[in-house]
């Protein structure tokens, strides 16, 4: 076996230089594959042998860019492999819908969302929803201006009930004149019950006033008759220092004084 790395090659003696001829590949020789790692976009079912392939499941597929195209935006195809029966699978992009198509070897599963927006709205359709709403909302605006009118009349009716009531007291004489005499009955009263509140609070205070001066004459009266021999005599103040006696803690503590033998 020879060595990889060396300096000088082995030429048999029959080489020819001349006879190596330099060959380009056509760019155009086909659609350019490449291998990409990717998980599947959808949940599908295998046709071949009926495996349930789940979304997010990895492969190495090989990417390949088709010759369509949606406005400017290139259309890619994948190849996979199924994991059980390892047929050929095949999805492309999807641009209008944002989203990708199943070409063969699978089926993509049911996705009711998906029938929802794949079906297209017409124009006779469109104008009934259109109407529908319009219906609804006038609906909400009847409601509306239904409960004003019914919160306006409610008001209404109090204010007339008012007024007949009103209207009433005054033929029954029961007008200004009675809503006068009855003011002058609540200021009587008032006025009663504030002179009772005032008699009240001067005998309050006169009662507390009368024990002090019978206490303040007796005492008057108890100091007057004491003689002026037999009255108490105050102590003289001394300003001597008082030596205070310290006490022998020694016993409670435990401590034995030894006995002096002189």
Known sequence: MSERKVLSKYYPPDFDPSKIVRTRASKNAGPKQMTVRLMAPFSMKCLTCGEYIYKGRKFNARKETTDEKYYAIPIYRFYIRCTRCSAEITFKTDPKNMDYTCEKGAKRNFEPWREKNA???????RLDRLEREEEEKNAMAELEVKTLDAKR???IADAL?????????IERGEGKEGVASVQDERDEERERQEREDEEAAKRAFAMQDIPEETTEAEETVTMEDVPKDEAPKAAAPSFKRVVKKKKDLSSALGIKKKVALV
């Open 119 to 125: 079906i297209e709205e017409t124009e006779e359709e």
């Open 153 to 155: 009349e409610m008001a």
């Open 161 to 169: 009930d008012e007024i007949r009531t009103r209207n009433a007291r």
